[in-house]
């Protein structure tokens, strides 16, 4: 998966975000991780750190919330923590569902921000 | 005189762009009655030959194109554009996926209106495409027979991401030794109720199923825009 790219749009949309409250600097970014989203933890992190380069984000940290995938079952009538992506069932009575409602997460979901700290002249 | 860093709530999708994009593709398909189809698979599955023999037969009864994405060459445009139907490239360069902005800019110059399907190939790939919605109505994953049975476990989220899997070249499989009911198995498995076409674009074993199955989908969606 292209994890640099993906760290390039997180970077750039809290940058935005950034800006829009008046120039702040983000010391952290926290995203959520749907194990179902395609993108790699590890990689990210690493990507995360190249695409801060030369960036008023560089330095800050990438928090992650890995999020499981959570299935809906018809049976159970009920949300379930899906065990295994290799089959896709109840987790308590192993009826077949394809209904995900947790896991496809890719969200910045919070930044932690602060003044710029200036240097006395 | 330093400040407390402080947690403000932002909950923006990463990909939330791409979303837009592909929000609005979907509304400017459905006013223009276009039912679009796209189709997703590892490199050398068959798409293209699958793809053009599908243009080749719904031209005689409806109004086709197709837009293809490769990383570089034109060959899978000039191919496709043996059926006759009007066909673009897009050339990505280095993406691995196609994502909703190129397909919108390669539309520019067709009429949608004009059209009754339009298809989509991606790029030969069972991992990236999945992330990024094109505006499509349908996505087809399509494994060929050579592939092994146990493809759809080891790419559990381009299976879930489908609408409708496809298993290709079902002319080879006694050679290959394929094990049908294994491969639907698996497909079942990661992704239950999963709708599944067996097919040979090479012999059309199975091909009419697929054409049927393409028409009754064009005409559900043109209902209930009717109503």
């Not at chain 1, 993108?39 to 992190?45: D, G, I, R, S, T």
């Not at chain 2, 719904?58 to 194109?65: D, K, M, N, T």
């Not at chain 2, 198995?185 to 076409?197: D, E, S």
């Amino acid at each position: 998966m292209h994890e640099l790219s993906i760290a390039m749009s997180i970077v750039e949309m809290a940058q935005e975000e950034a800006e829009r409250r008046g120039d702040v600097q983000v010391t952290a970014v926290h995203l959520k991780l749907g194990a179902l989203s395609g993108v790699v933890k590890e990689a990210l992190f690493s990507s995360y750190e190249m695409a801060c380069e030369d960036t008023p984000l560089q330095g800050s940290r990438l928090v992650i919330e890995e999020v499981p995938v959570v299935v809906y079952c018809p049976s159970c009538r009920a949300q379930r923590p899906l065990n295994s992506a290799q089959l896709f069932c109840c987790a308590a009575c192993g009826t077949p569902t394809s209904e995900v409602i947790h896991g496809k997460e890719l969200e910045v979901f919070a930044l932690e921000i602060q003044e710029w700290v200036h240097n006395p002249a | 005189m330093g400040s407390q860093p402080r947690l403000v709530e932002v909950r923006k999708n990463v990909l939330k762009q791409n979303d837009l994009v592909a929000r609005a593709l979907r509304e400017q398909f459905r006013a223009a009655g276009v039912f679009v189809v796209s189709l997703v698979s590892g490199p050398g599955s068959g798409k293209t030959m699958f793809l053009e023999k599908t243009l080749t037969l719904l031209r005689q009864s409806y109004r086709v194109a197709a837009l293809v994405g490769d990383l570089a060459t034109e060959n899978d445009a000039i191919r496709l554009a043996r059926s006759q139907a009007p066909v673009k490239q897009i050339t990505t360069g280095t993406l691995c996926h196609l994502e909703a902005a190129m397909v919108r800019n390669a539309l520019d110059g067709w009429n949608l209106n004009d059209l009754d399907f339009l298809f989509i190939e991606n790029v030969g790939n069972l991992v990236c495409p999945s992330s990024y919605d094109l505006g499509e109505n349908l996505r087809l994953v399509l494994v060929s027979v050579t592939e092994g049975e146990d493809k759809p476990l080891k790419y559990p989220t381009i299976f879930n991401s489908a609408d409708v899997a496809i298993v290709s070249k079902m002319d080879l499989a006694q050679a290959v030794e394929f094990d049908w009911h294994s491969a639907y198995g698996n497909i079942q498995a990661v992704r239950p109720g999963l709708q599944v076409f067996k097919l040979s674009a090479k012999t059309g074993e199975g091909i009419d199923e697929y054409l049927e199955f393409l028409a009754a989908r064009l005409n559900e969606v043109r209902a209930t825009v009717a109503l």
